[in-house]
């Protein structure tokens, strides 16, 4: 749909961007204006100068895991020199996500509307925005987090064709890598200079379908270990109705049918039968809530809802469990949430696909289960509540195991791709 909508664009004369793009100052009406003359090719940048800007696109308003996660790698890209910048929806309001970049210092390019409620109006728009700013040389690197801003951002590299240009398709899911997908996605990720993933399994099915090796990269999530530690959460406890000493397992993560709750509920009632004093809270909010809620009374009395939390709230959340659980990824694949729980000390019963399998170690950091296996899930979380000094030793391997993944970590293995990239020969550049 997108490349129907931007045809309009593409019949304009080489050289002049649309009415609504530009228009001259002070005029009574909108008109078209030629863009100003292209600069003197300037001396290409070394390579370890490079890249010296980036934008990290993603059309969201809200901080969702794929926008937490390139906050995340913005802050540790402009620590390391480089004018990293963020780009979200600016039509939906969000959830203070202006007042978080602020925190997190990282700029906001409001220059662009990125709202995948797709109008025509805000597609040229933003089509127009960045093949003008590809063309001036404003960036170096376009990296996107969604397939709308991926298709925006190949449709302005092909039009600016800067040698110095780079696109990156980031955070590809399990969904993303699968037949069904990837027949509607596949030729964008060939046109892309390059490709992120959070999982070698997800690589290497990227290469099976014909993706070059130097193009495709998997690079785990990063987490901050020094805000998610080790500790207790009685008060939390007590407000969910949970006894300060019986054995809890939970889950924070959206309430959404894909994520596995369901799954978790039906296996934690079978884990009952063996660890009867168990209880299971679900942290999080989602649009099937209502579903799990209904489920979970006709199931068991033990199973709570702990609500929406973040900042201290959420690392409390962790502190109060005695087991995590995460059966399949979110939004973006990186399983954070794996990390986070891992760092506040808690082993973890984690779905064997993608990187939550391979983040977690099987019998060392906690037990990796088939996400829809309830038998299995039962199984696992019934062995770690059953045993506190099991679940305790695995507890601190995972921290351990969650000091090796860190944002700074994640931001220098993207930066290496990056310039990696920049070595050969560019693909974005092709209509």
Known sequence: MLALLLLRKAALPAGTLPLHARSRRGAGVACAVAAPPRRAARRPPRLMDWPRSALLLVSSSSRTGPVEGFISLARELRARGVDARFGGDTVRPGENLGEHLALAGVPWETGLRLSRKVRPADLLHDAGSLTRWAREGRFDVLQAGFAHDHHLSLWAAARAKRPDLRVVRAAQRRIDVEPGALRLRLGALRRSDGVIVHAEAYRRRLLELGLEPDRVVAIPAGVDAAWFTPGSAPRLRREWGVPEDAPLAGIVARMKPERGHRTLLRAFARALSASPEAWLV????????AALRALAAQLSPRIVFGGYLRGPGLVEAYRALDVAVWLREGNDGACRGVLEAMACGKPVVAGIEGASGELVRDGLDGRVVPPGDEEAIASAIGSL????????????????RAGEFTPGRAAEATLAFWRRLRALEPRSHRP
Do not use: F, I, N, T
């Open 282 to 289: 679900l942290v999080g909010r989602g649009e099937d809530e």
């Open 385 to 400: 509540l059953g045993d506190p000094e099991r679940a305790r030793r695995y507890g601190e391997s995972a921290r351990r």
